[in-house]
Structures are given as structure tokens and as C-alpha cells.
């Protein structure tokens, strides 16, 4: 009904950066909100950054500075972008989508994650 996919994972020394997107496709009347999470093995998953529709943002501490996130309302896009990457960044990162559907219904819908993995 309604899909994410993520893209743009992958390996990178400390301090560096990557960006990560994400497009949302389906049975989407709207999108209320979009965000990150990651999750380490063994460990919740964590709210990394979010956003709603009229830009409002969150982020969790240990990236504030470090991470943005923004959106392209018209295309139901979201990236990430990450700077000055740490090994403690190191996690699967799994894009969200708060959506009412066609038939209106309102759903959360998750990715099936990209790895994200900073090591020298």
C-alpha cells in the first residue's frame, strides 16, 4: 500500500559525511510528518530527526549540529544530511512516514533501513 526506500548508507571515516534520502510511494493522500531512526544491534531503536509538514523540526541530542533533515513536500522526499560523522553514528537508519492514505486511513510506515557504518 504504501512504500519507503532509503538510500545513500554506507562506509565513512570519522568526521566524515554522508546524505541519506528517502521517497515514500503508494496509496498516499498526505504526509503529516518525516523522519529518522537507527537502531544498533541489540538495542530500541532511537528517534534520530524528524520533521512535519510545515517544517518543524526535533532532533535527538547527540546530533543536534551535526544532522539536518528537510523534506520536499510536493515529491514525499526526506534526506538526512550527516556531517561530522562519528563511530557512535555507526547503526541501521530507518526512514518514516506519518501518512493518511486514500481511503483515509492514517498509518506510520517504516523503511527497510540503510546501514550507516563510520570507522577508520
Known amino acids: 500500500q504504501v512504500q519507503l526506500v532509503e538510500s545513500g548508507g554506507g562506509l565513512v571515516q570519522p568526521g566524515g559525511s554522508l546524505r541519506l534520502s528517502c521517497a515514500a510511494s503508494?496509496?498516499?493522500?498526505?504526509?503529516?510528518?518525516m523522519g529518522w531512526n537507527r537502531q544498533v544491534p541489540g538495542k530500541q531503536r532511537e528517534l534520530v530527526a524528524h520533521?512535519?509538514?510545515?517544517?518543524?523540526?526535533i532532533y535527538t541530542d547527540s546530533v543536534k549540529g551535526r544532522f539536518t533533515i528537510s523534506r520536499d513536500n510536493a515529491k514525499n522526499t526526506v534526506a538526512l544530511q550527516m556531517n561530522s560523522l562519528k563511530p557512535e553514528d555507526t547503526a541501521v537508519y530507518y526512514c518514516t512516514a506519518d501518512i493518511r492514505d486514500w481511503d483515509g486511513n492514517d498509518l506510520t510506515s517504516w523503511g527497510q533501513g540503510t546501514q550507516v557504518t563510520v570507522s577508520s
Open positions: 503508494g496509496s498516499i493522500f498526505s504526509i503529516y510528518a
Open positions: 520533521i512535519a509538514s510545515g517544517g518543524s523540526t
